[in-house]
T-cell receptor, first 116, second 115 residues
Framework: GAVVSQHPSRVICKSGTSVKIECRSL??????MFWYRQFPKQSLMLMATSNEGSKATYEQGVEKDKFLINHASLTLSTLTVTSAHPEDSSFYIC????????????FGDGTRLSIL | AQKITQTQPGMFVQEKEAVTLDCTYD???????LFWYKQPSSGEMIFLIYQGSYDEQNATEGRYSLNFQKARKSANLVISASQLGDSAMYFC????????????FGKGNQVVVIP
């Protein structure tokens, strides 16, 4: 089945550090990948949609200069949290969809980001 | 605006019993898709089952089945013969017709299976 790998699974770093999270589709090509943020005991909140070869589409209220997204190939998208602060601490999870829109999104295992 | 509603409080289910998780949705689209995902405490999102709006039969995948009632705009998930490993959060999601067909998620249902 379709596998999405997300790395790293956990990050703990100091305030002001920039953190890069990678999302890879291992056995399929994904023209579109999605980045979500999830607070404890809440649902997934879509941050941005990442399209291969073009700029990401950000949801309202998400700072594009704060959360840099690059979709360099059909199998890799990266999210960089720039100059992270404690309020950026959260669970970040990516997904990728193979082919047609009726196909499910397959999710990575998520990244728990803790900013001290 | 499209919307997914999951309102049940946390549920305790006896092992080997069936459990139904409610999901209602709101859309003006004729073509749409409904998904259920499972999220255990470890955090990963696991795809369970899909129902297309034009599918005439209810979707089934092993112990998971979807009770799709289009007129009532509901897509309830039924888990049969619950197992301890079914303890998790369960999210209902609908494919939106815009924004690269992204998913809109409900708030989730917490299920705890007890022996």
């Amino acid at each position: 089945g379709a596998v999405v790998s997300q790395h790293p699974s956990r990050v703990i770093c100091k305030s002001g550090t920039s953190v890069k999270i990678e999302c890879r589709s291992l056995d399929f090509q994904a023209t579109t990948m999605f980045w979500y943020r999830q607070f404890p005991k809440q649902s997934l909140m879509l941050m941005a949609t990442s399209n291969e070869g073009s700029k990401a589409t950000y949801e309202q209220g998400v700072e594009k200069d704060k959360f840099l997204i690059n979709h360099a190939s059909l199998t890799l998208s990266t999210l960089t949290v720039t100059s992270a602060h404690p309020e950026d601490s959260s669970f970040y999870i990516c997904s990728a969809r193979e082919g047609m829109s009726n196909q499910p999104q397959h999710f990575g295992d998520g990244t728990r980001l803790s900013i001290l | 605006a499209q919307k997914i509603t999951q309102t049940q409080p946390g549920m305790f289910v006896q092992e080997k019993e069936a459990v139904t998780l409610d999901c209602t949705y709101d859309t003006s689209d004729q073509s749409y898709g409904l998904f259920w995902y499972k999220q255990p405490s470890s955090g990963e999102m696991i795809f369970l089952i899909y129902q297309g709006s034009y599918d005439e039969q209810n979707a089934t995948e092993g112990r998971y089945s979807l009770n799709f009632q289009k007129a009532r705009k509901s897509a309830n998930l039924v888990i049969s013969a619950s197992q301890l490993g079914d303890s998790a959060m369960y999210f209902c999601a609908m494919r939106e017709s815009y924004g690269n067909n992204r998913l809109a998620f409900g708030k989730g249902n917490q299920v705890v299976v007890i022996p």
